[in-house]
C-alpha cells in the first residue's frame, strides 16, 4: 500500500466511513427509532424480507449478473469455506476460553453467519460505487448471501435444534424445506439455463415477459431500505440479561476473526483483484439477524444472539473502514504468504 502521513490516512478512513457506512447506520437508526416510538412489529418485518424481499433480490440478481460462473461458484464456494473455518476456530476458542458446553453452538453461530444481506448487499454497493463497480460488487455479494443463506438454513437449523428434545431428522428436514431463497435460487438457476437453450429468440421471450421483470426490480430496490429497518427495530428489542455470556469474545472473533481468517482464505484460493476485494470485506460483517431469530425461534441462548448482534452490528461501522481501507489499496496483492 503506498505510503500516507497520519493525517491522509485519518481522512481516507474518514471518508469511507462517512460515505460508505453511515448511510447504512441512517437506516438502522430510523428503524430503531420508528420501534422505540411506534412498536413496530419485527417478526412481521422478517417475514416480509425473509419470504419477499430477499428470494426477489437473489431472483434478479442470478438472472441479471454479469459475474462470471468460474467467479460465482468462487465466491459461494469461498462463504461455505468459511462457515466451516469460523465454525472449528469458534469450537477451539470456546474450549480454551471454558465457556459453557450449553452455549458453544449459540456462540457458533454468532461468528458462523454474517449478515450478507441487509447489511453486506448495501455496503459493497456504496464501498465500490465510486470506481462505478456498484452492480458487479452486489452481483459477487449475492453469492455470498447465498452461501451465507444455504448454510445458516441447514446447518444454523442443526445447530440451533439441537437442544431441543424429540427433534427428528423429518423436523429438521421440514424446516430446511420451508426456506423460500432455496426455491428462488433454483428458479434463477433454471431461468438462466431456459434462457441460454433459447438462444437468439431469448430477447423476444425477455421482451414479453418485461412486466414480471420490472415487478421483481421495484422488489428488489425494496430490498436495502426495509432490510435496514427491519435490523434497527430488531435491535431496539434487545435487552439486558443478567446471565453471563462471552459477548465480548464472540463480536472480536466476528469483527477481527473474520477478516484475518479471511485474508487467509483469499490467499489460499488464489483470489485477486476485485473478487478478492469483494470477499475480504464480506468477511468483516456483523453477526447475522438469522441466527438470532433461529435461536429464538428453538430457545438457544436467544438473549447471548441478541447482544452479539447488537454489539456486532454497533462496532461493525469501525472495524469495516479499516477492512474496506486495506481492502481497496493493494495490501492483498502485497501481502504474499509463505509457500
Known amino acids: 500500500m503506498p505510503s500516507v502521513s497520519p493525517g491522509e490516512l485519518a481522512a481516507q478512513l474518514g471518508s469511507i466511513f462517512y460515505f460508505v457506512v453511515c448511510p447504512m447506520l441512517l437506516l438502522v437508526a430510523t428503524g430503531y427509532a420508528i420501534q422505540r416510538r411506534a412498536g ?61 458446553a450449553g452455549q458453544h453452538h449459540a456462540m457458533m453461530m454468532s461468528t458462523m453467519f454474517y449478515n450478507a444481506g441487509n447489511y453486506g448487499l448495501p455496503l459493497q454497493d456504496l464501498a465500490f460505487r465510486a470506481a462505478s463497480l456498484s452492480a458487479e460488487a452486489r452481483a459477487a455479494q449475492v453469492f455470498v448471501m447465498i452461501g451465507q443463506n444455504l448454510t445458516t438454513f441447514t446447518l444454523g437449523i442443526l445447530l440451533a435444534s439441537s437442544g431441543r428434545a424429540n427433534r427428528t431428522f423429518k423436523d429438521f428436514v421440514r424446516d430446511v424445506l420451508r426456506f423460500p431463497p432455496l426455491y428462488a435460487l433454483a428458479a434463477g438457476l433454471i431461468t438462466v439455463l ?6 437468439d429468440d431469448a430477447p423476444a421471450v425477455a421482451k414479453a415477459l418485461r412486466p414480471f421483470w420490472d415487478a421483481l426490480a421495484y422488489v428488489k430496490d425494496s430490498f436495502i431500505g426495509l432490510a435496514l429497518l427491519t435490523l434497527g427495530a430488531q435491535l431496539a428489542l434487545v435487552k ?83 477492512v474496506i481501507f486495506f481492502a481497496q489499496g493493494n495490501f492483498i496483492e502485497a501481502l504474499k504468504l509463505p509457500g
Open 40 to 100: 413496530l412489529d419485527p417478526q412481521t418485518l422478517s417475514r416480509i424480507n425473509f419470504n419477499f424481499c430477499v428470494p426477489g433480490i437473489i431472483f434478479y440478481s442470478v438472472v441479471g449478473s454479469n459475474i462470471r460462473l468460474g467467479e460465482a461458484a468462487q465466491g459461494f464456494l469461498f462463504t461455505v469455506a468459511m462457515v466451516a473455518s469460523m465454525c472449528v476456530l469458534t469450537k477451539l476458542v470456546a474450549k480454551l476460553t471454558r465457556v459453557p
Open 194 to 199: 431456459i434462457r441460454h437453450l433459447l438462444g
Open 240 to 322: 439486558r440479561e443478567e446471565q453471563p455470556y462471552p459477548v465480548g469474545l464472540t463480536v472480536l472473533m466476528r469483527l477481527a476473526g473474520g477478516p484475518l481468517l479471511g485474508l487467509a482464505m483469499v490467499h489460499l484460493f488464489g483470489l485477486k483483484g476485485f473478487l478478492a476485494q469483494v470477499m475480504w470485506i464480506s468477511t468483516g460483517l456483523p453477526s447475522a439477524v438469522n441466527s438470532m431469530l433461529l435461536c429464538m425461534e428453538f430457545e438457544n441462548h436467544p438473549g447471548f444472539l441478541a447482544r452479539t448482534v447488537f454489539y456486532a452490528t454497533l462496532a461493525s461501522p469501525l472495524t469495516l473502514t479499516v
